[in-house]
């Protein structure tokens, strides 16, 4: 079965320090991946997607992701955190274009010290 | 508002009773998805309806949960006979076919606490 993997669970920075969180899937057919951001009290929303092409992907609010087939990682980073990132950010996996249904990470949680 | 709109927003009930929520998609969505998101973890899929038909269920999706979507716009999902282990976000999402994959908008949730 596919899984998606965030092996961090809680990150704590401070403004404009840089941020790189992982994440990894299991499988080794054609994936579809994203990342998705969940601000306190709101709903889920699409930050960057993955489908073909070139394995950098921006993304909205600074942010982008890197595509590394060989290592089944689609890692999310932004150079500078602001405060107003704090937010629960989850990674997730479609497979072969099937776009039936997405397998989230666990997530992880992140917060900016002002 | 334009978004997918889910209610109740928050629900308590006490074990062993029903309770149904509405995922209220956008309107030119065809694709409508549940999920089920527990304290610490990701949201998990349940299941998936295009148009009216509904295509996939996950096994997480007991004989005690029912979703429907009768004519293709709205859906319910029932709980019955509810267990504590169900309190959770229920999360409606819906994405429009011609989008493609992962093309969706979630809603706001359900929260449910059993007690």
């Given at each position: 079965a596919q899984s998606v993997s965030q092996h961090n669970h809680h990150v704590?920075?401070?403004?404009?320090?840089?941020?790189?969180?992982?994440?990894?899937?299991?499988?080794?057919?054609?994936?579809?991946?994203?990342?998705?951001?969940?601000?306190?009290?709101q709903h889920l929303q699409l930050?960057?997607?993955?489908?073909?092409?070139?394995?950098?992907?921006?993304?909205?609010?600074?942010?982008?992701?890197?595509?590394i087939k060989s290592k089944f990682s689609f890692n999310l980073r932004k150079p500078s955190v602001q405060w107003s990132d704090t937010a629960e950010y989850f990674c997730a996996v479609i497979l072969n274009n099937a776009g039936n249904m997405l397998t989230f990470g666990g997530g992880t949680r992140l917060m900016v010290k002002p | 508002d334009t978004?997918?709109?889910?209610?109740p927003r928050h629900?308590?009930?006490?074990r062993g009773q029903n309770v149904t929520f509405r995922c209220d998609p956008i309107s030119e969505h065809n694709r409508l998805y549940w999920y089920r998101q527990t304290l610490g973890q990701g949201p998990e899929f349940l299941t998936y309806f295009q148009n009216e038909a509904q295509l996939e269920?996950?096994?997480?999706?007991?004989?005690r949960f029912s979703a429907e979507r009768p004519k293709g716009s709205f859906s319910t999902l029932e709980i019955q006979r509810?267990?504590?282990?169900?309190?959770?976000?229920?999360?409606?999402?819906?994405s429009r076919q011609a989008t493609g994959v992962g093309g969706y908008t979630f809603g706001s949730g359900t929260r449910l606490t059993v007690v």
């Open positions: 704590i920075l401070s403004e404009a320090a840089s941020l790189e969180l992982g994440c990894n899937y299991s499988y080794g057919g054609t994936v579809n991946l994203f990342w998705y951001v969940q601000y306190p009290g930050l960057l997607k993955y489908f073909s092409g070139d394995p950098l992907v921006k993304g909205i609010k600074g942010f982008e992701a890197e595509f | 978004g997918v709109s889910q209610d629900k308590i009930t006490k269920k996950s096994r997480l999706l007991s004989d509810t267990e504590q282990g169900d309190s959770a976000m229920y999360l409606c999402a819906s």
